[in-house]
């Protein structure tokens, strides 16, 4: 048993030696360096769900800044014709009152989120508070301007009543284009999360 050991070890010296030497025969120039070995699946998938979360986040801050400022203007609006025609809508007098309300409860909505950065409770309850009374609030604007649509007309300042008809109507279409805008989110997460998962499986 120790001479077959012994045998079969110098077999794969001498085999050793021997390949070692064809290989320094070959010249240098012909020697070609494997390409680097592609990463770890868990690598790879790592990186591809941060590149992911990057571009998410990206069109997220994006969408957040673009809704800031045009909410921002919109509120000044809002508050600017509610206070110059205030006493031009005779046939509906709480119109220029919901023109200001709003785009006070807007802005106070706008300058809580920058103050959850500093206080989050706090800033959580008052949140609560606006938007529930911005909610209730847009629904009684809906029902005071959209109710007297077909009798406005010489009771009722047209620049203003317009304005507050457009400014509900953008404020719908926000609100479809946020649900739009979440479902896609949701879907493009799920897509993701199935790649990887498939990746991964791979």
């Known amino acids: 048993m120790l001479g077959q050991v012994s045998s079969s070890?110098?077999?794969k010296r001498r085999s050793f030696k021997g390949q070692l030497k064809t290989v320094r025969e070959i010249p240098t120039e012909q020697i070609s360096i494997p390409p680097l070995l592609p990463l770890h699946h868990g690598v790879q998938i790592r990186v591809a769900f941060i590149g992911a979360v990057t571009m998410e986040c990206s069109l997220y801050m994006c969408f957040q800044i673009i809704s800031l400022m045009c909410w921002i203007v919109l509120?000044?609006?809002m508050i600017s014709m509610g206070a110059l025609?205030?006493?031009d809508c005779p046939i509906q007098p709480y119109i220029p009152i919901y023109m200001v309300v709003a785009g006070v409860s807007h802005l106070a909505t706008l300058i809580l989120q920058l103050l959850k950065l500093?206080?989050?409770l706090?800033?959580?309850i008052l949140e609560s508070l606006v938007v529930s009374f911005s909610l209730a609030w847009f629904i009684t604007g809906s029902i005071w301007v959209f109710s007297v649509y077909n009798d406005y007309r010489g009771q009722c300042k047209q620049s203003l009543y317009l304005f507050a008809f457009g400014t509900l109507l953008f404020e719908y279409a926000v609100i479809l284009m946020a649900v739009i805008f979440a479902f896609a989110t949701f879907c493009y997460s799920v897509a993701t999360a199935g790649r990887l998962s498939y990746q991964r499986i791979g």
């Open 85 to 87: 025609y205030k006493d």
């Open 118 to 120: 500093a206080c989050e």
């Open 9 to 11: 070890q110098r077999w």
């Open 122 to 124: 706090l800033s959580l």
């Open 75 to 77: 509120s000044i609006a």
